[in-house]
């Protein structure tokens, strides 16, 4: 058995039990692999035989190579993770990764758009044509629900509820949670599924949502490109992408009162400290007006 078949087996036998204890997401173990890989590769050992010199040895070649210290903390969770695996299962004595601690990082405060940037993209798609009934529901849809894109590429009939204007959703680790959709989104889904869906699966089955012209469910790096489309369409200048809606999502819902523990189970955050990361968007937005607007600011 080569060393490369041999690391990857260790792999998989960590992310299939990952998988089946904690139920993470597709994009989740498909990080760890990528990380666990790359470490394999640089190691140039038996993954199980490794001390901790060896780790950070790593990480700083990784530092020199220009990863950021957010990068390295993820890469650093990742090896926490299959070592604390297999240091479990009895496979090792020592974890390697134990006593050590993940660099500190400043937050990165989410892109987001104004409520006009908002209205202008939402305007963009021709919703005269099939492609542009499903564009604008699913835009309307991520801007009423705050989805994560793939939640929303990967909704299916049975998840939504159009009488009661909700959709329920299975989110990271396997957790549920129902969202709201709000009035407009449901009128732009509604004229999709009766006419544009309709059209374009061309009398094609699919039990998605939001279809391709070949009948195909739609993916999350083709959403994108249409995003891209819209946003030069609309003139919006700042960096954009599916996930740019669901801050704006939250950041709107914070300017205008709401509950940070709703947005919290609105987003699907199991930790409250994730949502807050919003509020310092929220802080900037009233501290800009305040300056602008306060006849002391």
Partial sequence: MTTIVKFEK????????????QGLSKNTLSAYRSDLMIFSAWLKKDLLIVNREDITGFLANRYDLGMTRRTTARILSS???????????NHIIVDPTALMTS???????????????????????????????RDKAMLEMLYATGLRVSELVDLKFEQINLNQGVVQIVGKGGRERLVPVGEEALICLEIYLNNGRVLLLSGRQSDYIFVTHRGSNMTRQAFWHIIKRYAFKAEITKPLSPHTLRHAFATHLLNHGA?????????????L????IYTHVARERLQTLHAQFHPRG
């Fill in 103 to 133: 660099p500190k990082s400043t937050p990165i405060l989410p892109q987001t758009l104004t409520e006009n940037d908002v209205e202008l993209l939402l305007a963009a798609p021709e919703i005269a044509v099939p492609r542009g009934q």
């Fill in 273 to 276: 400290s994730t949502t807050q």
């Fill in 79 to 89: 090896l926490r993770r299959f070592y604390g695996y297999f240091l479990r299962e």
């Fill in 259 to 271: 509950d940070l523990r709703v947005v919290q189970l609105l987003l699907g955050h199991v930790d």
């Fill in 10 to 21: 260790l792999i998989d036998q960590f992310l299939d039990a990952a998988w089946v204890e």
